[in-house]
């Protein structure tokens, strides 16, 4: 069976009856379908008239805002599949309507294939209902000029429909901030002007009900706030969150794919409030489950600045049905970003000049990461690891190459009385002096490179093909050109800062001393290839570190010339 690019579902059931079957439309869907689905709501439409049928509008009542929470929950069992809900036809009660549109509405991935829920006994290639679907879906949304394929009624398989009542409502997924009880029936009240807020990383469907239910409210503006600066300190991962532009860029194109008609602020929100707490033209606030307070805080400081509170509406959390134990189990970037670790996020580098069938990783991260005890579980599983902690006493050494101009630079006070380099009165020299650091690390990094090759040739001997040099240092002394792959351990500063005090006894100053002396964990990341963390407990980074090491098998596998 083909499968396309990107699709229109056109679901013309009324959304009562529909419910119990979107498992297996969005599976049938999943199987066609290789990028974006949009999803258009029509409930009641008929295709066998002949007359050309209309767009018509939807009337926006909390069953319909449900059926979209529900839809895009079911969305998250195909995480491939990037689900859109077209809102341009669903209507809120206002008296403010701005007409439909006629014209045709330009999609970010204009549709291959179009898909419909109607039910019909013929589904030869001239079927009347299959062109008046193909004409239908072509004057609303940009299509292809000739669509690859049209298909009606999804085949659901046997067995595929879900044993549920079609009289049992929609479970309630939007609450108004009022206490008074809300039928499914009951239409949706339109404003003017209404805002949202969240960090929107990597763009998901607990995301998109969010932005949903904002879009269908607000008639003429949204106001958009995007998490940035202080309010992504405390996040999981922070250093593998996009960049605010990307996520913007990504936020803004789904916004103009479901509602064209709306004009939208994407801001950079940089307190919690942002204009939540400040903008007098604004008259709702979209909030989960888990900002609700901050709503309620936000409406308790406009009071006190003598503007209008805001009407909330509360959005239930999305279950993640697939979470592993140490993830969330709602739907969420945390968990997103959490999948990332051990994957490859950028190509490997070409190294002709090593070794011939060795594939060398350089291992690295801040002070306290864990980088050693990763390097020691990848060591388990056959990597060859080159400590370079290890390279560099022995360049200190009396007889190692970097013993003579070390002691020429800085003089025989640095010796102990046998002879040795006291390691401890040359840091004491060169911390905190940029200069009299340049001139250590011209002498050394250049000699531990050297005895890391030497090692390399060891490794080929024993017949090893993954070579793991372990540097804290590996970035500053720029050894990432004899590598293929860049990997880096993170953690958050504070659990760093924790684990340094614990391990050397030193105090929390002096421990963040040494972290600001190194590359943070966010200039290592946008250099590596691969991410890591030892955050959560260690059967937990043993999984990681399988996951990352059987992958990189997979592309050794795939691209042995590569390293060749």
């Not at 970010?108 to 008046?132: C, I, M, R, W």
Request: overall charge negative.
């Amino acid at each position: 069976m083909a499968v396309f690019q990107s699709g229109l579902l056109v679901l013309t059931t009324p959304l009562a009856s529909l419910a119990p079957r979107l498992a297996p439309i969005l599976t049938s869907a999943a199987r066609l379908v290789n990028h974006t689905l949009y999803v258009h709501l029509q409930p009641g439409m008929s295709l066998e008239g002949p007359a050309q049928p209309q767009s018509s509008p939807v009337q926006a009542t909390f069953e319909v805002l449900d059926f979209i929470a529900h839809l895009y929950a079911g969305a998250n069992f195909h995480r491939h599949l990037d689900v859109r809900i077209l809102l341009t036809n669903i209507q809120t009660k206002s008296a403010f309507l701005p007409p439909l549109s006629s014209s045709v509405q330009n999609l970010a991935h204009p549709p291959e294939v179009v898909l419909t829920d109607f039910q019909t006994l013929d589904g030869s290639q001239y079927n009347p209902v299959k062109q008046q679907l193909e004409r239908y879906a072509t004057s609303c949304y940009s299509c292809c000029p000739q669509l690859s394929s049209v298909l009606l009624y999804p085949d659901y398989g046997t067995g595929m429909l879900l044993v549920e009542s079609l009289d049992v409502p929609l479970s309630s997924t939007i609450r108004p901030a009022s206490p008074v009880a809300r039928s499914p029936k009951q239409p949706v009240r339109g404003y003017h002007r209404g805002a949202v807020g969240g960090t929107f990383d990597r763009l998901h469907n607990a995301h998109k009900v969010l932005l949903s239910v904002a879009c269908i409210l607000a008639q003429e503006q949204l106001v958009v706030g995007v998490a940035d600066k202080d309010l992504l300190k405390s996040k999981l991962l922070p250093e593998l969150l996009q960049p605010y532009a990307e996520r913007v860029e990504h936020l803004s194109e789904f916004l103009v794919d479901i509602k064209p008609s709306l004009t939208f602020d994407v801001i950079p929100l940089l307190d919690p409030y942002g204009p939540a707490g400040s903008d007098p033209s604004l008259e709702f606030l979209v909030v989960s489950e888990e900002t609700y307070r901050g709503g309620m805080a936000a409406n308790r400081f406009r009071l006190e600045n003598d503007l209008e509170e805001l009407a909330l509406y509360q959005i239930q959390l999305v279950k993640d049905e697939s979470h592993e134990q140490h993830e969330e189990e709602k739907v969420s970037s945390s968990n997103s970003r959490q999948r990332l670790l051990g994957k490859l996020l950028r190509p490997p580098n070409k190294r002709p000049e090593l070794p011939s069938g060795l594939y060398v990783i350089g291992l690295t991260g801040i002070s306290g990461s864990g980088k050693s005890s990763i390097a020691q579980r990848l060591k388990g599983l056959g990597a060859f690891v080159i400590d370079s902690d290890h390279l560099g006493h022995r360049a200190y050494a009396p007889s190692g190459p970097a013993y003579q101009p070390v002691v020429e630079a800085f003089g025989t006070d640095i010796l102990h009385k046998d002879g040795i380099i006291n390691r401890k009165i040359l840091g004491s020299r060169v911390f905190g002096n940029k200069k009299q650091m340049k001139i250590l690390t011209d002498i050394v990094w250049p000699v531990i490179a050297k005895l890391a090759r030497e090692e390399m040739d060891l490794a080929v001997a024993e017949g090893k093909d993954v070579c793991v040099i372990d540097a804290a240092m590996l970035l500053e002394a720029g050894w990432q050109n004899m590598v293929h792959e860049v990997w880096t351990v993170v953690i958050p500063e504070t659990e760093a800062v924790r684990r340094i005090v614990e391990r050397d006894g030193l105090s929390e100053a002096a421990a963040q001393s040494r972290l600001q002396s190194q590359m943070s964990g966010q200039q290592l990341v946008d250099q590596s290839h691969v991410v890591l963390s030892t955050l959560w407990e260690p059967h937990v980074t043993q999984l990681q570190v399988e996951k990352a090491w059987n992958l990189l098998q997979k592309r050794i596998a795939k691209t042995p010339q590569a390293h060749d």
